[in-house]
């Protein structure tokens, strides 16, 4: 596909999805110019700084305007250890954008929003999943210190663009599961530390088109009806 034709594709989808009243957030993620681990995140830096600003200017002129369209600078900038020179580029890459509406995601996998809530004074983005806690860790209470701890004191100011577990799974009512599976612990988790932190959104990671268990339209796996009320608060 041609970047002319995947911009269009990308202007369809923002206006289908405006059309419907949603809140639509564009992130920028990695080439594979440099993909160290082959898992297609590239190796977490932006290896191309005019193009991503170009890009970014481009996105800016068309959606600018539209206040419910927000900007995710970069997914997961894992290949920046200095938060300073990280900001840097970030700065760089987004300075066309409505800095109201720009999303910084924190250090490593946007894990690590402490690192940078100094370093810029707008929207962080945070990603969370079941193995961000080792074995043996993988517990509600675990799963709900580890965020309330991530997000202590900027809640408000964070968008959790990312969260996930398996969701193929039988019991619905995941909040009365007695099972120890650690996607039921995360869900959990993540239902009470969301109702303590009250980030300003929270966004499920909608899983792949290829059978993903993190799928949020498999019609067998009651997705839409546990995630719900994970982000009813």
């Known amino acids: 596909m041609s970047d002319e034709e995947a911009w269009k594709k990308t202007q369809n989808v923002v206006t289908w999805a405006r059309e419907k009243g949603a ?3 564009l992130c920028l993620w990695g080439s594979n110019d440099n993909d160290v681990k082959g898992d297609g995140h590239g190796d977490g ?3 191309h700084e005019a193009a991503a600003r170009a890009m970014w200017k481009r996105v800016g002129e068309s959606f600018g305007n539209d206040e419910k369209v927000l900007f995710e600078a970069f997914n997961e900038p894992f290949g920046y250890t200095n938060p300073s020179k990280y900001m840097s580029a970030m700065r760089y890459i987004t300075q066309d954008l409505p800095t109201n509406r720009v999303i ?3 250090l490593g996998y946007a894990s690590d929003v402490q690192s940078i809530k100094n ?3 707008g929207l962080l983005g945070y990603h969370v999943y079941p193995n961000w806690l080792p074995p043996g860790k993988r517990t509600q209470s675990e799963y709900s210190t580890l965020v309330q701890h991530a997000l202590r004191g900027v809640g408000h100011r964070v968008f959790v663009t990312e969260f996930g577990a398996h969701l193929k799974r039988s019991d619905e009512d995941y909040e009365n599961s007695g099972s120890s599976s650690h996607d039921v612990q995360f869900l959990k988790g993540m239902h009470d530390a969301f109702h303590v932190v009250k980030p300003r959104a929270t966004f499920l990671w909608h899983g792949w088109h290829n059978g993903d268990s993190y799928s949020l339209w498999g019609a067998s796996q009651s997705a839409r009806s546990k ?3 994970i982000q009813s608060y």
């Open 23 to 25: 809140t639509v957030v």
């Open 45 to 47: 830096i932006i290896r």
């Open 104 to 106: 910084i995601d924190g």
């Open 119 to 121: 370093h810029w004074p």
């Open 227 to 229: 995630v719900d009320r």
